[in-house]
């Protein structure tokens, strides 16, 4: 079965510094992986998706990910952390098979100190 | 594109009433997806539609719990004989089948309150 573990459910970082969100996955076939962002009261937004191509995959307002297979790992960077990155993360694998479904993990909320 | 949009935003119910959401998914979208976020999870998978047919059901989705899309265009989702525990936000997602198939655009959620 697939499944997706989100390692912190509370991550604080300060303004300006680096931010690393980390996602591992359980899959018997090569997934489909994505990082999204949930602001308070709202949807989900998609920050960056894994779709077998390049490795290191770049996102939305400056975060990256890096698929790295022998780790079953895909975790979320950025740099520099702003005050507007405040918010909540999921990580989710879907197979690569027409099955539509995302499973989700649990989330990581990530606050960022001034 | 005016992105996925759902109906009502919230929504505050009795216990045992019977409620419905709509979701309208983005223009030419022939998938379109619900899930169920409750406190501090991430979303799971209810079921989802390839224009109007329904091809996947979660084992989360009781018997009280009924989805259509009878046209292929907005879908509605309705819960029978509310219980507390169905209080969450309920989420909609559309997708297009072809070389992008993978990238489903979610809704802002109707939040549902069962007292």
């Known amino acids: 079965a697939q499944s997706v573990t989100q390692l912190g459910s509370h991550v604080s970082v300060s303004e300006g510094a680096l931010v690393l969100l980390r996602c591992n996955y359980s899959s018997s076939v090569p997934p489909y992986l994505f990082w999204y962002v949930q602001y308070p009261n709202q949807g989900l937004q998609l920050l960056l998706k894994?779709?077998?191509?390049?490795?290191l995959v770049k996102g939305i307002n400056g975060f990256e990910a890096e698929f790295k297979k022998s780790e079953t790992s895909f975790h979320l960077t950025k740099p520099s952390a702003h005050m507007s990155d405040a918010a909540e993360y999921f990580c989710?694998?879907?197979?690569?098979?027409?099955?539509?479904?995302?499973?989700f993990g649990q989330g990581t909320t990530l606050q960022v100190k001034p | 594109d005016t992105g996925v949009s759902q109906n009502p935003r919230h929504k505050i119910t009795k216990r045992g009433q019977n409620v419905t959401f709509r979701c309208d998914p983005i223009s030419e979208h022939n998938r379109l997806y619900w899930y169920r976020q409750t406190l501090g999870q991430g979303p799971e998978f209810l079921t989802y539609?390839?224009?109007?047919?329904?091809?996947?059901k979660s084992r989360l989705l009781s018997d009280r719990f009924s989805a259509e899309r009878p046209k292929g265009s907005f879908s509605t989702l309705e819960i029978q004989r509310t219980e507390q525990g169905d209080s969450a936000m309920y989420l909609c997602?559309?997708?297009?089948?072809?070389?992008?198939?993978?990238?489903?655009?979610f809704g802002p959620g109707t939040r549902l309150t069962v007292t």
């Open positions: 539609f390839q224009n109007e047919a329904q091809l996947e």
């Open positions: 894994y779709t077998s191509a390049a490795t």
């Open positions: 997602a559309s997708s297009k089948v072809g070389r992008r198939t993978y990238e489903q655009y």
């Open positions: 989710a694998v879907r197979l690569s098979s027409n099955t539509g479904k995302l499973i």
